[in-house]
């Protein structure tokens, strides 16, 4: 082969590696952001009244403990499958954490985020707490979901709060 021929042919190779480089860099960043890939049917009431309210009472139900007239009484799990049902709970509000951050659904890029970053973590506390079966770490992550939400409640959704009231105790 002669040498003009040879650099014909690394000219011909590097377009080659270069074109298959800029398409595959092209096909998954556009996959990324397309809002459609998610479903995000599920408005906001429906999201926390179906996903996120019943997992995180069962996690608050399963931690701490009650001190009334009949006593004291330990609401944590007292059995492996026990522990293991809320490890499943806090799981789905790791989970529901990041639904809150898809695109379609994040109220903004600033506190919102950080909500939803705090549910997850709160979530990710429980989950190994609950597998070492940790009382005072489960029971200090409850403390940081009721806080996550709270803050994000009175951020974004302040009148939540008023279902809570009773109106005719005025």
Same mark, same amino acid.
């Given at each position: 082969?002669?040498?003009?021929?040879?650099?014909?042919?690394?000219?011909? !190779?590097?377009?080659?590696?270069?074109?298959?480089?800029?398409?595959?860099?092209?096909?998954?960043?556009? +996959?990324?952001?397309?809002?459609?890939?998610?479903?995000?049917?599920?408005?906001?009431?429906?999201?926390?009244?179906?996903?996120?309210?019943?997992?995180?009472?069962?996690?608050?139900?399963?931690?701490?403990?009650?001190?009334?007239?009949?006593?004291?009484?330990?609401?944590?799990?007292?059995?492996?499958?026990?522990?293991?049902?809320?490890?499943? *709970?806090?799981?789905?509000?790791?989970?529901?954490?990041?639904?809150?951050? !898809?695109?379609?659904?994040?109220?903004?890029?600033?506190?919102?985020?950080?909500?939803?970053?705090?549910?997850?973590?709160?979530?990710?506390?429980?989950? +190994?707490?609950?597998?070492? *079966?940790?009382?005072?770490?489960?029971?200090?992550?409850?403390?940081?979901?009721?806080?996550?939400?709270?803050?994000?409640? *009175?951020?974004?959704?302040? +009148?939540?709060?008023?279902?809570?009231?009773?109106?005719?105790?005025?």
């Amino acid at each position: 082969m002669n040498k003009q021929n040879s650099v014909s042919l690394r000219w011909v !190779l590097l377009f080659l590696v270069a074109s298959l480089v800029a398409c595959s860099a092209e096909e998954p960043a556009e +996959e990324v952001m397309t809002e459609s890939a998610y479903n995000t049917e599920l408005n906001m009431q429906e999201l926390m009244a179906l996903v996120l309210e019943p997992a995180s009472d069962i996690l608050w139900d399963s931690g701490g403990w009650v001190i009334d007239a009949a006593g004291y009484e330990e609401l944590y799990p007292t059995t492996d499958d026990g522990w293991e049902y809320v490890r499943a *709970q806090a799981a789905i509000v790791v989970e529901t954490g990041n639904m809150l951050a !898809l695109p379609g659904r994040a109220v903004d890029n600033d506190a919102w985020m950080i909500y939803s970053e705090g549910l997850s973590t709160a979530g990710l506390l429980a989950m +190994e707490a609950a597998a070492t *079966q940790n009382k005072e770490d489960f029971f200090q992550a409850g403390a940081q979901l009721y806080s996550v939400c709270t803050a994000c409640h *009175q951020a974004y959704n302040p +009148e939540i709060n008023n279902r809570f009231v009773d109106p005719s105790a005025d």
